[in-house]
T-cell receptor, first 110, second 117 residues
Framework: TQLLEQSPQFLSIQEGENLTVYCNSS?????LQWYRQEPGEGPVLLVT?????EVKKLKRLTFQFGDARKDSSLHITAAQTGDTGLYLC??????????FGKGTHLIIQP | DTGVSQDPRHKITKRGQNVTFRCDPISEHNRLYWYRQTLGQGPEFLTYFQNEAQLEKSRLLSDRFSAERPKGSFSTLEIQRTEQGDSAMYLCASSLSGGEGAIYGYTFGSGTRLTVV
């Protein structure tokens, strides 16, 4: 079983600050995905990273896939209250479906 | 296409009762997944279908759980003799198959929140 560990588990910062959350595994993944989930809703896909070392930007969000394809990070610049949510990384997607980490609960204080 | 739909959104049931949830996936997607999510945790894989065939089941899926996708379109998840430990959000997702699903990701429904009292 491929496990994904996310850190930190909880993060509360002030609006305007920058932050980075991490997703790590001892296994190699062919791709990793990041999802954002709001309370009472299903996860929504933010990005998929495929190539080792790849960097993708989505407005103020920057996603990086590690060179060895075992880890990924999400960096948010100038956080806004609308960024509040549960950020999940997921990998796999083959015969056993996607494996999710436990997520980082992010709270942006006004 | 309006995305993945799940019904009901909320279900409260007494311990020992049977419950059934429905999921309508995106019509172009041939894979359909069921996940369970408890408070503060990430989604845990339960089972998935490729068209009407159930291809994989997690060991989390006890014999009280059964899922069907009779015509390769909508799916149902039934829990018999519910227990308090079954209380969770049950999420359905759909995707294109295989490598394309891994690239383009899963589209999740809003889930069914089950509370067993």
């Amino acid at each position: 079983t491929q496990l994904l560990e996310q850190s930190p588990q909880f993060l509360s910062i002030q609006e305007g600050e920058n932050l980075t959350v991490y997703c790590n595994s001892s296994s190699v993944f062919s791709s990793l995905q990041w999802y954002r989930q709001e309370p009472g809703e299903g996860p929504v896909l933010l990005v998929t990273v495929v190539t080792g070392g790849e960097v993708k930007k989505l407005k103020r969000l920057t996603f990086q896939f590690g060179d060895a394809r075992k880890d990924s990070s999400l960096h948010i610049t100038a956080a806004q209250t609308g960024d509040t949510g549960l950020y999940l990384c997921a990998g796999g997607g083959g015969a056993d479906g996607l494996t999710f980490g436990k997520g980082t609960h992010l709270i942006i204080q006004p | 296409d309006t995305g993945v739909s799940q019904d009901p959104r909320h279900k409260i049931t007494k311990r020992g009762q049977n419950v059934t949830f429905r999921c309508d996936p995106i019509s172009e997607h041939n894979r359909l997944y069921w996940y369970r999510q408890t408070l503060g945790q990430g989604p845990e894989f339960l089972t998935y279908f490729q068209n009407e065939a159930q291809l994989e089941k997690s060991r989390l899926l006890s014999d009280r759980f059964s899922a069907e996708r009779p015509k390769g379109s909508f799916s149902t998840l039934e829990i018999q003799r519910t227990e308090q430990g079954d209380s969770a959000m049950y999420l359905c997702a759909s995707s294109l198959s295989g490598g394309e699903g891994a690239i383009y990701g899963y589209t999740f429904g809003s889930g069914t929140r089950l509370t067993v009292v």
